[in-house]
T-cell receptor, first 115, second 109 residues
């Protein structure tokens, strides 16, 4: 029973174009959402986050959108660069998970940016 | 600037053997976590700690034990390894935007 779903295992885009990675969640108690980026043989690195009280957060080429009514968030990368090729994980925090701030992760989307 | 360091990076175990994975962080974080990553399943939380001397179970704790004797270290133990524990293990520290180690690839044969 996956509470955070990334339905696209892979995505290919041309360099310079926009990459859109999607994530759906089912638990209405999630109050904070994060995107992590992972290169092969490395650990995930934090990319960008958004609180449930916002619908958009922007950081340079990366923008995360949150649609609470649809329980959907997306990560936009524009323009895409070959160095963006990596696995992207969506993660969510449950507001009732207590002090542990546990994260629930999606299964990841492999983004390939073609030169 | 070490951040989160995991030891070892690779290990092959025979079924029934035991081992300990070590995680060390130098960021003075209270919160530390152990995750496993399996194909198509993302990262799943095994155990976590909210401070020195405390540990708690995550989503998939069975077959693992942990200890947090020092604030900077979080140990993950496998008492009797099984093939189902073949995975990539990640340690992380931090309250929400967790910082991850580089991972330990464990194969149980």
């Amino acid at each position: 029973d996956q509470q955070v779903k990334q339905n696209s295992p892979s995505l290919s885009v041309q360099e310079g174009r926009i990459s859109i990675l999607n994530c759906d969640y089912t638990n209405s108690m999630f109050d904070y959402f994060l995107w992590y980026k992972k290169y092969p043989a490395e650990g995930p690195t934090f990319l960008i986050s958004i609180s449930s009280i916002k619908d958009k957060n922007e950081d340079g080429r990366f923008t995360v959108f949150l649609n609470k009514s649809a329980k959907h968030l997306s990560l936009h990368i524009v323009p895409s660069q070959p160095g963006d090729s990596a696995v992207y994980f969506c993660a969510a925090r449950n507001r009732i998970s207590g002090s542990a701030r546990q994260l629930t992760f999606g299964s990841g989307t492999q983004l390939t940016v073609l030169p | 600037n070490a951040g989160v360091t995991q030891t070892p990076k690779f290990r092959v175990l025979k079924t029934g053997q035991s081992m300990t994975l070590l995680c060390a962080q130098d960021m003075n974080h209270e919160y530390m976590y152990w995750y496993r990553q399996d194909p198509g399943m993302g990262l799943r939380l095994i155990h976590y700690s909210v401070g020195e001397g405390t540990t708690a179970k995550g989503e998939v704790p069975d077959g693992y034990n942990v200890s947090r004797l020092k604030k900077q270290n979080f140990l993950l133990g496998l008492e009797s390894a099984a093939p189902s524990q073949t995975s990539v293990y990640f340690c992380a520290s931090g309250k929400t935007e967790a910082f991850f180690g580089q991972g330990t690839r464990l194969t149980v044969v």
